[in-house]
């Protein structure tokens, strides 16, 4: 979606309010950053991989499946996060970081809460309605946090992961059988004809006090595979004028950003969720086919574009360059304006950074995500491999720890103010404290994704999936 759109269902959540009130930091650290333990660029993948992927299995509660959205602070249950936490139990079992025995268990009790988890109209007391889930949950009751809305993006993140779990668990046993029986019917329930409330696309999401939202999934953004999960829903499919309801935003995202034209979305998080799970190399709706290149391709060049403009630092961060590139939603500094080498610079929280097509929409206060570089690895592994090795060669002796790179951090945030989160470090400047599952989630998977495709091919088989291309127009390539 495009800025605006971030921001209102940022904003719809609750969350940022309730971030607003948690406790305050002080600025301090050291002067001078210590050099990180020596890693290859293969064995800085691997440890990442390892690290990312113990976030998901010992912050997700054992038995529910309860994710939280954030750690180490106190957070709400994310069911995006519990999506991605679904998405990363193949990726630790293929490893041997976690028996297979050990995660079919857990990932059937996971499901077997969502079954059970009360849905219904009431405003308290349920955790979904339609099928759909309360984008954020209550940690202890599994219910409805605060004022949350019933969120279709975040739903279907949700049954990605579920998808995801029913076609890797194939086994005869009892726990594999109940796993593909569990996500079916979980996925199933959404009914995806009722979120048509506004026309042919996809509405955003529903609260119960004032109803449908305004906003629908309307144009690129992350949101593509909202579309292929309705347009293959197997209980409540919508039909293909949704698909052409989706594209027919294209147009104003249609553009070139430091020389290179693509279909543009300044945070790189939205030119990566989807491909997370689908393969969209080789295979072609009719805009893209229109367009001489697919999907994949063009988040190539999304990367390409954001590297150009970190190379040409038009504002002037620290740290910027060749190597230390990525811009996409995630954590912040400071809320204000302060003012940056004599000139008054506005600072941010939580926010979508990103080189956006339209001047007005521009976020960049020199904070850089990680996982915004990371999740694009298999784009563009000639540019991101050097990226990561130069930030955690650079910055890796307080950015990486227990559970791989912190969400984000700030080279040019040297400011002597309160913050809202994180810490200053010496030279380095602002450090985050935090993890987000939306940022730890396709770090697991995209590298896998890199090394041995295994979550493209375990959703190449899944037939819903391969429904919603086909409906939507897609042909070529792994789809026959």
């Known amino acids: 979606m495009n800025r605006r759109g971030f921001l209102q269902r940022a904003a719809a959540t609750g969350l940022l309010a309730a971030c607003a009130g948690r406790s305050r930091h002080a600025p301090g650290g050291a002067s001078t950053l210590p050099a990180p333990p020596p890693l290859s660029a293969d064995a800085l993948l691997s440890e990442t991989q390892r690290r990312t992927f113990n976030y998901f299995w010992q912050t997700t509660e054992v038995a529910r499946g309860l994710a939280p959205d954030l750690t180490p602070d106190p957070a709400p249950v994310s069911i995006a996060s519990m999506g991605f936490a679904f998405t990363a139990v193949p990726v630790g079992v293929e490893h041997g970081w976690v028996t297979r025995a050990e995660a079919a268990q857990r990932v059937r009790g996971w499901l077997q809460f969502l079954r059970d988890a009360p849905q219904g109209p009431d405003g308290s007391g349920m955790a979904g309605h339609k099928g759909f889930f309360y984008h954020f949950l209550d940690a202890a009751t599994g219910t409805r946090f605060a004022n949350s809305e019933l969120s279709t993006v975040d739903s279907a993140l949700l049954f990605m992961g579920l998808r995801s779990c029913g076609q890797y668990f194939n086994g005869a046993g009892p726990d594999e059988t109940e796993i593909r029986s569990l996500a079916d019917l979980v996925c199933d329930r959404a009914d995806w004809n009722w979120m048509q ?92 086919s229109a367009r001489g290149f697919d999907y994949f391709e063009n988040s190539r060049r999304a990367v390409l574009s954001q590297r150009a403009y970190a190379i040409a630092n038009p504002m002037g961060w620290e740290g910027y360059g060749p190597d230390v590139w990525g811009l996409s939603a995630c954590d912040g500094p400071y809320d204000g304006m302060l003012v940056y080498r004599g000139a008054n610079a506005r600072f941010h929280t939580y926010a979508a950074r990103g080189v956006y097509l339209h001047a007005q929409d521009q976020i960049d206060d020199g904070t850089l995500s990680v996982s915004a570089t990371l999740g694009c690895l298999p784009f563009a592994p000639e540019l991101v491999m050097p990226a990561v090795s130069a930030m955690y060669q650079r910055y890796g002796s307080v950015i990486y720890t227990d559970y791989g790179f912190v969400d984000c951090y700030n080279p040019s945030f040297k400011f002597e103010v309160q913050l809202l989160s994180g810490r200053r470090v010496g030279d380095l400047g602002w450090v985050d404290s935090r993890y987000y599952g939306l940022t730890q989630g396709p770090i697991v998977a995209m590298i896998e994704n890199y090394r041995s495709g295994l979550i493209w091919r375990l959703m190449q088989n899944d037939s819903v999936i391969r429904r919603g291309l086909v409906r939507a127009g897609f042909t070529g390539g792994w789809l026959g």
């Open 197 to 288: 409330a506004n026309g042919p696309g996809i509405c955003m999401g529903w609260r119960p006090e004032t109803g449908f939202l305004s906003a629908d999934w309307i144009g690129y953004n992350e949101a593509m595979f909202v579309y292929l999960l309705a347009l293959g829903s197997t209980s409540h499919p919508v039909g293909p004028d949704s698909w052409a309801a989706w594209t027919s935003g294209y147009s104003s995202s249609w553009g070139t950003i430091m020389g290179v034209e693509h279909l543009t979305f300044g945070a790189l998080f939205a030119h990566q969720f989807t491909q997370v799970w689908v393969n969209l190399r080789g295979i072609n709706d009719a805009y893209m």
